[in-house]
């Protein structure tokens, strides 16, 4: 596995965590690294076929015509780099997965969690992504609080304390200037710190 970047957000959705983390690719990329990018969605589909647009924004449609979260796109015009269903995983197609996978006993009748086995998951694709470029560029879609970003933010845990001098975890944190008291509050961005 090669280095790892992590890009996480707080306090809201949409607050420019894809955008952040194709740019952060684009800087690498101009330095001569190569960068993979994942985007680890929370959401219960298993692909992203079925998002809303009204609610999630457009849909990407890859050269080979498979339909990914909008921020492949940005992926692929900010980076400069071809992607494909596999920069995405929903927490659907993880469970699903997993499913599968016990239905084929392959856990042997071991009691089916959180940790280790979504988790796992999580980490196999990481590792899956991460066997193309030196750079692996994770956008964690959601925010942290968010119940179904959990066990996206346990598996990037994991990998850092795994690997704790190739993973960096970058935190978009929004500052809320509340106008009718004139000052900033950054609660929210204090707690998704913890």
Known sequence: MGKVIAVIGSSYSGSGKGTAAASIGLLLKMRGNSVAPLKLDG??????????????????ITETGEIIDLDGGHYERIIGCTVSSKNILTLGSVYRDVFKDEDENKYLGQTIQIVPHITNKILERINLVSLESEITLIEGGGTCGDMESDCFLEAIRQLKQKNWDDVLIVLLAPVLWINVIKEFKTKLAQNSVR
């Open 43 to 60: 959401y219960l589909m298993n692909s992203a076929d079925n998002l809303n647009p009204d609610q999630h924004g457009e849909p990407f």
